[in-house]
């Protein structure tokens, strides 16, 4: 079982950035790919990017060069910078885990799911 807990959440004006937190817990985490979704209001969630047992990064189109995704796996831990923020980034974000071997953008592919934190971008 992996326990999956964001932070880092706020209120930022457009052109800001945040960092958010991932803080993982339970056996062989450093195993395990890790993504970032996001859900807007009245949207689906969405992939935002993800990040490999091996350190490979992959994003969505709409964050890319905006975005980076990190990992400290000796402390189980997984990070969002996101800088140049837009009010379109407006979401709840989420963390996620799968036990897969090539990390995925797909939803269906995690395991594990953060209870999310809210990014809002004031314009």
């Known amino acids: 079982q992996v326990q999956l807990v964001e932070s880092g959440g706020g209120l930022v004006q457009t052109g800001g950035s945040l960092r958010l937190s991932c803080a993982a817990s339970?056996?062989?985490?450093?195993?395990?790919?890790m993504g970032w979704f996001r859900q807007g209001p009245g949207k689906e969630r969405a992939f935002v990017g993800l990040?490999?047992?091996?350190?490979?990064?992959d994003y969505a189109d709409s964050v890319k060069g905006r975005f980076t995704i990190s990992r400290d796996s000796a402390a189980n831990m997984v990070y969002l910078q996101m800088n140049s923020l837009k009010p379109e980034d407006t979401a709840v974000y989420y963390c996620?885990?799968?036990?897969?071997?090539?990390?995925?953008?797909?939803?269906?592919?995690?395991?594990?799911w953060g209870q999310g934190t809210q990014v809002t971008v004031s314009s």
């Open positions: 996620a885990a799968t036990r897969r071997t090539s990390a995925t953008r797909l939803i269906s592919n995690y395991d594990y």
């Open positions: 339970g056996r062989s985490f450093s195993s395990y790919g």
């Open positions: 990040i490999g047992w091996s350190g490979n990064t």
